[in-house]
């Protein structure tokens, strides 16, 4: 399974997999795109996620329902 990120502004962006390991923890600038690959399910959490754009397995995942303050915390199935 793979997850995508592209960030239009500074972002924050941790990904955990199935396993519970940290695949990407870091502050994203804007012309720095992701991809990590790993098991599923995936915890995500981000900061600014407004900023973010972000795809599971090739299909766009709207975190606009996610977002409380400016942080999104969704898992990926």
Known sequence: DKVSINVKDAAWV???DADGRRLI???MQP???AEVVGTAPFKVVIGNASQVELSYNGKPV???DK??????????K
């Open 14 to 16: 941790s990904v955990q």
């Open 62 to 64: 709207d975190l606009a």
């Open 31 to 33: 012309g720095d795109p």
């Open 25 to 27: 923890y870091k502050v």
């Open 67 to 76: 977002i409380k303050g400016t942080t999104a915390k969704i898992q990926l």
